[in-house]
């Protein structure tokens, strides 16, 4: 009998990490897959920053670290935000933690109260949805269209305020779509947001560097939005740093000692090598990691130059991340090698069968009409890979 609680038998799982953990068990089989399903960029974490590791060991770095970080740390993360987003910040504004995603979590947390909804514009990163769930809260989805780059106008934005409505959460470049929200579309955000003082921004902004035309803002770089808005980044992306799992937020100060006061009764302070590590890697300038940002650049066309070659595959220009989020609707209906497909998770199923590439449904993003590709692969891959879904849709 199942004896499990309510809230983990609703819980969905993570589909990128189900996508990646089914990639491995098929490799096992000895199937030659290729993983464009998880978001992890395919460069080793740079020299320097496993040096600092390194050096971290040596000096006996093995106890537990303040629960919302080394001083050093949180030193490193303001001058990082000031120097790369013009934000001010100070030491009891910062807390790191396990990831961007435990700070998410912590966010929903401290901030969400039964019932209370939360904004998404679709396509959102597919865990926002169930971290808001088992938080109580409610995601209240928008959906957003290709024609407008999959962005949230203001006048959607007022559309879907209730009096219910807490917070906003979005990511910028946006994982999926690889949307870059400008200035001036924040602050047309903003504008409707002054109408209701007591909702709250998330403002992911973990994919800050991996963006192809500049211009990167911070929603809290505004004055009016700054005590309202929590600047979630981290080291996974940018730095090739996934598996090391450090995240961290600048907040208001009293959403900061709450999410230090969750961190402090469910993991403690994060990983303390992993801090070490990333002093150095912050402190750094971000010309240290353009190497891959450039790479995935020459990836991003060549993505998009092989699958404008594949009828029915509709994508928007994604300006940064490293993810294409075409429109496959036009298989919808069709059966091929005699396999229908109904929607984007059948088509996705498919790839991986026929093609032997692993994708994510853009159903966990809130699409259902797209699905997600990660070009954080080599370039031979992603070839390789979308001759093989060419030739399996022929
Ligand atoms: N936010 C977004 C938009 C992401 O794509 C991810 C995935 N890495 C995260 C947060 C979580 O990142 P982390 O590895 O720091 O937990
Ligand atoms: N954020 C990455 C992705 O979207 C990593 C997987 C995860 O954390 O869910 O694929």
Same mark, same amino acid.
């Given at each position: 009998m199942n004896q499990l609680s309510d809230r983990i038998n609703n819980l969905a799982t993570s589909a990128t990490l189900a996508m990646a953990a089914k990639a491995r068990e098929l490799r096992a089989e000895g199937k030659d897959i290729i993983g464009l399903s998880l978001g992890e960029p395919d460069f080793d974490t740079p020299d320097f920053i496993?040096?600092?590791?390194?050096?971290?060991?040596?000096?006996?770095?093995?106890?537990?670290?303040?629960?919302?970080?080394?001083?050093?740390? #949180?030193?490193? $993360? $303001?001058?990082?935000?000031? &120097?790369?987003?013009?934000? =001010?910040? !100070?030491?009891?504004?910062?807390?790191?933690?396990?990831?961007? #995603?435990?700070?998410?979590?912590?966010?929903?947390?401290? /901030? *969400?109260?039964?019932?209370?909804? @939360?904004? *998404?514009?679709?396509?959102?990163?597919? =865990? %926002?949805?169930?971290?808001?769930?088992?938080?109580?809260?409610?995601? @209240?989805?928008? #959906?957003? =269209?290709?024609?407008?780059?999959?962005?949230?106008?203001?006048?959607?934005?007022?559309?879907? $305020? !209730?009096?219910?409505? #807490?917070?906003?959460?979005?990511? =910028?470049?946006?994982?999926?779509?690889?949307?870059?929200?400008?200035?001036?579309?924040? &602050?047309?955000?903003?504008?409707?947001?002054?109408?209701?003082?007591?909702? %709250?921004?998330?403002?992911?902004?973990?994919?800050?560097?991996?963006?192809?035309?500049?211009?990167?803002?911070? /929603?809290?770089?505004?004055?009016?939005?700054?005590? &309202?808005? @929590?600047?979630i980044n981290g080291v996974s992306k940018a730095f090739a740093m996934t598996g090391w799992r450090i995240g961290y937020i600048g907040a208001p100060d009293w959403i900061a000692r709450a999410c230090n006061k969750i961190q402090g009764q469910v993991t403690s302070g994060a990983n303390c090598i992993a801090q070490r590590a990333v002093i150095t890697a912050l402190e750094a300038p971000a010309s240290c990691v353009k190497y891959m940002v450039d790479e995935f650049k020459v990836r991003r066309k060549l993505i998009l130059d092989l699958l404008s070659e594949i009828e029915g595959f509709k994508s928007n220009e994604p300006e940064g991340a490293f993810y294409v989020f075409p429109n496959i609707s036009a298989y919808f209906g069709k059966t091929i090698k005699g396999k229908t497909i109904n929607n984007a998770s059948d088509f996705s199923l498919f790839l991986l069968e026929e093609a032997l590439v692993a994708t994510v449904t853009g159903e966990a993003f809130g699409n259902p009409d797209c699905i997600r590709i990660s070009y954080a692969a080599s370039q031979e891959q992603i070839t390789e890979a979308i001759k093989r879904i060419k030739a399996a849709l022929s």
């Open positions: 496993k040096d600092a590791a390194i050096e971290a060991v040596n000096q006996n770095y093995n106890s537990y670290t303040p629960v919302d970080g080394y001083v050093e740390l #949180k030193e490193a $993360i $303001i001058t990082k935000f000031k &120097r790369d987003n013009n934000l =001010s910040y !100070t030491l009891p504004q910062i807390v790191v933690s396990t990831g961007a #995603k435990q700070a998410l979590y912590n966010i929903a947390s401290v /901030m *969400l109260n039964e019932g209370d909804e @939360v904004i *998404l514009p679709c396509p959102y990163w597919v =865990s %926002y949805s169930d971290i808001i769930k088992l938080n109580d809260g409610v995601p @209240v989805e928008v #959906k957003t =269209s290709i024609e407008n780059d999959f962005k949230m106008t203001a006048a959607q934005l007022e559309a879907a $305020i !209730t009096p219910k409505t #807490k917070m906003i959460w979005y990511s =910028s470049p946006c994982n999926p779509s690889g949307s870059v929200y400008s200035k001036e579309e924040l &602050r047309a955000l903003a504008d409707v947001l002054q109408k209701h003082p007591n909702i %709250y921004v998330v403002s992911d902004e973990i994919y800050e560097h991996i963006n192809f035309k500049g211009g990167h803002f911070s /929603m809290a770089e505004f004055e009016d939005m700054y005590d &309202r808005t @929590v600047t």
